[in-house]
């Protein structure tokens, strides 16, 4: 157990440190100079030489990276060049919406792909498996944001039941903090429940093949035992770990639904700081999802002890 | 005929039993008109190779056959209960409470997220009338010291990896009984597992029936496990029954040619007389101190170093089959991938010729290469299947230089040699059966006209009557082509007719060598001696 | 019993008699054949302004309406799906070359192999159009850059399929038969290691295609992506996002497009995939 936690936290580290110096490099790899690419087109001689003096662009590349990381780990991401605001605080502002969506979201997807695959393997080869797979294809392939206009125009703007888009935080009361939630948390979640049902069908279709399927039937036991008791608790590993990678997915998601839904979270911060070449901000969004993807990962393979006995070291 | 029960009523009776194969299949039917039955305290063993239909069958009574398939015709009758006829909830009933099954795979019929007790405990609950959590918890001690596991309440909370094969089989076997069936059912039950292991669990089923009174429907292949262990005898050739019998009158006077064929081609547990070899010259392969360890250089240097390969030495001389005969885990296999270098060894030296080529870096490796080859365990994954017969034997010659029509008709004349048309160079693997990838997979090899053969198990795959057509192959070339063989098996049957000389080992070491027909007359180390009494015989006429 | 897994390349044909397969060959082929042939499908210059005729619903001038410009919605889409088709293969093909010989060397070079995989590790681990946005903002919006940004972020996942073939098929028998015959490395894996990579590549490419289409059509929208004097349908949709609640066509119609696309593509890759995979094949004829 200790060393399996050991082994997993040493193979996270190499990867945050690869992360940081993918995101390093790609200012420092752009094409042309890159404080000239952030200062935009109608910049003057002397913002560039003031954004190349605020990201230490005028220094060798290693003494770049040294101080960079450095001051990364004592947790300062830089600046904006806009508002000259520490990203620290800029994220830390934005940070609530963000994470109350994905909550949201993950619960939600969670809660209805994991029945509907087991119900489409279960029923495998049935209408009720073509229809959810069929569901589930469609999730994959409608743009996130085409959906959450379409939720718009029919719940909001026609029905007029729900409010259209903003954000209002969890201590003003939960209605309306849920009611703001409800049409962003359908549109994320589409694709991840797509995603997770998938994996769940075909992860429990996979373990229904297993020679202790067979022994339980030989047991005598209900079908419904041998899917709860026998099938479900080792088809689960794959789908805990495609909610993990989905992670990644939820996050692309998140950046879009809320300039859709006019949420003010990290997705609207790293748009406005797209429009604005404001890097250091893109940047510091970067390092945190990252962060956080690398962390829920690793959160989730500790997990797989409670699922598999197996997995000891 | 003592112990035929034939006046009592019989717990299995099987009648005319039919079960068509999809459309498409090689045969309209995977059993055909099939009657058999099983009386109390009896066991009856259904013999056949593969493809005969004998896991159908076992299956078919269970209920369980996979879909697409279903009974046709036929009734199977369960302590006079037709189980085709009954309807599921009934037959859900029967099932591990009149019936129970032992699967072929111990080591995947467990579910591994489960403790075996509650696996055992779950036979209990699902036939009700077997009392509280209590009660239940001391029957399943009860049964897992009747199948003799030591220390049942702590092997109760552990899990199945955590278990050995013979352990789990045990385990299974216990839930099996749980419920005292009438009928036990036992799919190869003891086929994946190692000889020594499986002579103890075929002891404890002999030993559980005669106490309990069931009768015992066991599916095998071998006849040496039918011999120790059969009442009567079923022999199913394609689907149909060819023969049935009492134990002693199939295996001394069967009737049928295919009974007759069959028992003729299980090797025998005794040596044929030594081959004429000249006195021993230089040796063509010296191995000397080979040494392979796993693992211990992860990165915190915490993870734990097995020894696969023990300072092991021997010597191979020209014209000389050498046997290397272990259980699972013994390091046979290792050491034949060492001395092919298909695993770099740890340690030690491999002399081929004058050379040592143990440690050598791949680069300088291939002009070697050609001198040691291989002929793998499993002949549906030893040829590429997108490659014709002709493409993959003359890939080697030619890639040391030789042109393409002179290795095109040395592999003319090595199809030949192997009794293959020479029409199949130039079809593909999948239109052959087993035996004669078999065959092709030893052409392959001796294209590159190798100083030393390593053939890895290289009958084991094969049904017996295919496996001694392969083994009188092989001493046909090795005469022909004074061929020096490493020949590794876990048989000592089908070693004992072919090996000039025998290794033993164990755990990575070599614990007994010697001349076949010496070792065999008397084994000196403990554990040969357990092998020896361990490998299923056929007893003849000797009774 | 079975023949090895393997050998099912040559069982391509049934893929065809696939019903959701012919669904997606029929849209692909529409969508295609408007691409290639746009200027003749009743389209009029997809770019032109036309001030006094913004925000016109759908009529006959107009099949699809215009837009805020005044520009024909129709001839826009048409025009866009030579860009959103174009991005989405060349992607693919661009992801999964690289990534074959990423997932080779990975699968076959064992020094490299740690290093390279922690690598692949370090970009899965960055949110893919996070590190797009981040690549088309520094490198200005272009369509190369574009199709850059969006292929490097999928490369890891074609490497480690690519390197987990590579590893479970270098242990199969044959191809240590080969190694023994003296075969060498480029004939080693041009013979026996590539043909392998091959099926799970063209299913796998077919997701990387239906993803890029998604991607760029996202990166548009966001204003990363494609320089928005192209149409494409991410920057058609982008355009209509201000007026959306009184000319939804601007954004319905390619949207429509792009999810009609992109579905066909990915029930292509799902019908591939079932006839393909030897473990559909397997669990339909499990018989001992």
Not at chain 1, 24 to 47: K, M, N, T, V
Not at chain 2, 135 to 142: A, H
Not at chain 2, 240 to 247: D, I, T
Not at chain 2, 254 to 273: F, G, K, N, S
Request: some cysteine; hydrophobic content about 50%.
């Amino acid at each position: 157990m200790g060393r399996f936690l050991a082994g997993r936290l040493a193979a996270t580290l190499p990867v945050m440190g690869i992360v940081a110096v993918i995101v390093f490099l790609l200012l420092r790899l752009a094409p042309g100079d890159p404080a000239a690419i952030l200062a935009g087109d109608a910049a003057s001689p002397e913002q560039i030489a003031a954004i190349r003096a605020n990201l230490g662009l005028d220094k060798p590349i290693l003494t770049q990276f040294l101080s960079w990381s450095g001051r990364l780990l004592q947790g300062d991401l830089g600046s904006s060049i806009i508002s000259n605001q520490p990203v620290a605080k800029l994220i830390f502002e934005r940070i609530e919406p963000t994470l109350a969506l994905a909550t949201t979201t993950i619960v939600f997807a969670v809660i209805v792909a994991v029945p509907l695959g087991v119900l489409a393997a279960w029923w495998h080869g049935t209408w009720i498996d073509r229809a959810i797979m069929a569901v589930s294809v469609l999730g994959f392939s409608v743009p996130v944001f085409v959906l959450g206009y379409l939720l718009i125009f029919g719940f909001a703007m026609q029905l007029r039941f729900l409010p259209v888009q903003g954000y209002v935080s969890i201590t003003e009361g939960i209605w309306p903090f849920l009611s703001r939630l409800i049409l962003p948390t359908l549109t994320l979640s589409v694709i991840y429940v797509a995603l997770i049902a998938r994996t769940t069908r075909s992860s429990v279709l996979e373990v229904l093949g297993e020679d202790y399927i067979r022994t339980a039937r030989a047991k005598g036991i209900g079908e419904s035992q041998v899917l709860w008791r026998h099938a479900l608790r080792n088809a689960a590993v794959p789908v805990v770990s495609v909610i993990g990678l989905g992670i990644a997915l939820l996050i692309s998601g998140v950046v879009v639904t809320e300039s859709v839904f006019n949420l003010p979270g990290l997705g609207r911060l790293t748009v406005d700081a797209v429009l604005a070449h404001d890097y250091p901000v893109i940047q510091g969004v970067i390092l945190l999802f990252s962060a956080l993807y690398v962390v829920v990962n690793l959160a989730i393979d500790l997990s797989y002890l409670l699922f598999d006995p197996r997995i000891r070291y | 005929m003592i112990r035929s029960p034939a006046m009592k009523e019989p717990v299995l009776s099987i009648t005319g039993l039919t079960v068509p194969l999809p459309l498409g299949a090689d045969r309209a039917n995977a059993i055909e008109g099939l009657s058999l039955s099983v009386g109390p305290n009896e066991i009856v063993c259904v013999v056949g190779e593969s493809g005969s239909g004998k896991s159908v069958t076992a299956s078919a009574v269970m209920g369980l056959l996979p879909p697409g398939l279903t009974p046709s015709a036929g009734r199977i009758l369960l302590q006079g209960e037709d189980v085709l006829t009954v309807g599921p909830a009934r037959l859900r009933a029967l099932r591990g409470s009149r019936m129970a099954m032992v699967f072929q795979e111990p080591m995947t019929a467990l579910n591994p997220v489960l403790k075996v007790g509650d696996q055992i405990a779950e036979m209990l609950e699902a036939h009700s009338g077997r009392g509280d959590r209590e009660t239940r918890r001391r029957r399943v001690l009860d049964l897992l010291a009747d199948v003799h596991l030591p220390d049942p309440p702590s092997l109760a909370k552990a899990y199945p990896h955590q278990l050995s094969g013979g352990q789990r089989q045990r385990v299974m076997i216990a839930m099996a009984l749980a419920n005292d069936p009438s009928l036990i059912i036992a799919d190869e039950p003891t086929t994946a597992l190692d000889v020594t292991t499986q002579a103890q669990i075929l002891k404890l089923l002999k030993e559980l029936q005669a106490r309990r009174n069931a009768g015992i429907l066991f599916i095998t292949h071998d006849f040496g496990v039918v011999s120790q262990i059969a009442d009567r005898v079923v022999v199913m050739q394609k689907g149909r029954l060819v023969e049935e019998g009492s134990v002693e009158d199939v295996l001394t006077r069967p009737r049928d040619p295919y009974t007759r064929m069959l028992i003729a081609a299980v090797p025998r547990a005794e040596p044929p007389p030594p081959r004429p070899r000249p006195q021993p010259s230089a040796p063509i392969l010296t191995v000397r101190d080979l040494t392979k360890t796993y693992g211990g250089r992860g990165l915190f240097g915490g993870g734990r170093a097995v020894t696969a390969l023990d300072s092991v030495s021997l010597a191979l001389q020209p014209g000389e089959t050498l046997g290397i005969v272990g259980e699972s885990g013994s390091g046979k296999s290792t050491l034949a991938r060492c001395v092919a270098r298909f695993v770099d060894p740890s340690a030690g030296h491999i002399r081929i010729g004058g050379d040592d080529i143990a440690l050598l870096p791949t680069r300088e490796l291939r002009p070697y290469r050609r001198r040691i080859q291989m002929v793998f365990q499993d002949p549906y994954r030893s040829l590429n299947p997108r490659r014709t017969v002709g493409q993959s034997i003359i890939e080697g010659p030619m890639n040391y230089g030789l042109s393409k029509d002179a290795a095109w008709a040395r592999a003319t004349r090595l199809l030949d040699l192997v009794h293959l048309d020479t029409g199949a160079l130039d079809r593909y693997p999948h239109e052959f059966s087993g035996g004669q990838r078999q065959r092709i997979a030893i052409a392959r090899a001796l294209a590159m006209e190798p100083d030393v053969l390593i053939a890895d198990e290289a009958v084991s795959a094969l049904d017996v009557s295919v496996q001694r057509q392969v083994l009188e192959l092989l001493e046909d070339i090795r005469e022909r082509l004074n061929l020096s063989i490493l020949f590794i098996t876990h048989d000592l049957r089908v070693a004992a007719r072919l090996c000039d000389r025998l290794v033993v080992m164990l755990g990575g070491r070599i614990v007994e060598e010697g001349a076949t027909a010496a070792l065999f007359a008397n084994p000196r180390h403990a554990y040969t001696q357990a092998l020896f009494a361990a490998a299923p015989k056929l007893r003849l006429a000797q009774e | 019993m079975s023949s090895p897994a393997v050998a099912r390349f040559t069982t391509l044909p049934p893929v065809l008699r696939h019903p959701g397969v012919l669904f997606g060959l029929a849209v692909l082929l529409i969508v295609g054949g408007a691409a290639l042939l746009a200027p003749y499908l009743w389209t009029g210059d997809p770019i032109l302004l036309r001030p006094r005729l913004r925000h016109r619903p759908p009529s006959a001038p107009a099949w699809l309406g215009t837009d805020a410009y005044g520009r024909d919605v129709w001839s826009r889409v048409v025009y866009g799906a030579r860009v959103s088709l174009g991005i989405g293969f060349s992607v693919a093909a661009a992801a999964v070359l690289i990534g074959l010989v990423i997932g080779l060397v990975a699968g076959y070079l064992r020094r490299l192999d740690a290093v390279v995989m922690r690598i692949m590790d370090g970009l899965m681990a960055i949110p893919s159009i996070l590190l797009a946005i981040a690549m088309v903002t520094l490198s200005g919006a272009g369509i190369a850059t574009v199709i850059v940004a969006i292929t490097i972020p999928e490369i890891p996942r074609v490497a480690r399929l690519v390197r987990s073939v590579v590893l479970s098929v270098r242990s199969e028998p044959y191809v240590e038969a080969a190694i023994g015959a003296g075969t060498r490395l480029p004939m080693l894996l041009t013979r026996h290691v590539l043909p392998n990579t091959i099926a799970p590549l063209i299913v796998q490419g077919t997701y990387v295609c239906a993803s890029a289409i998604l991607t760029e059509a996202i990166l548009s929208f966001l204003g990363a992506g494609i320089p928005t004097e192209i149409p494409s349908w991410g920057n058609i949709m982008a355009e209509g996002r201000q007026a959306f609640q009184i000319a939804p066509w601007v954004i319905l119609f390619p949207g429509l497009c792009v999810a009609a696309t992109v579905l066909a593509v990915n029930i292509i890759g799902d019908g591939l995939r079932d006839a393909l995979d030897p473990r559909t094949a397997r669990r339909v004829g499990a018989l001992r």
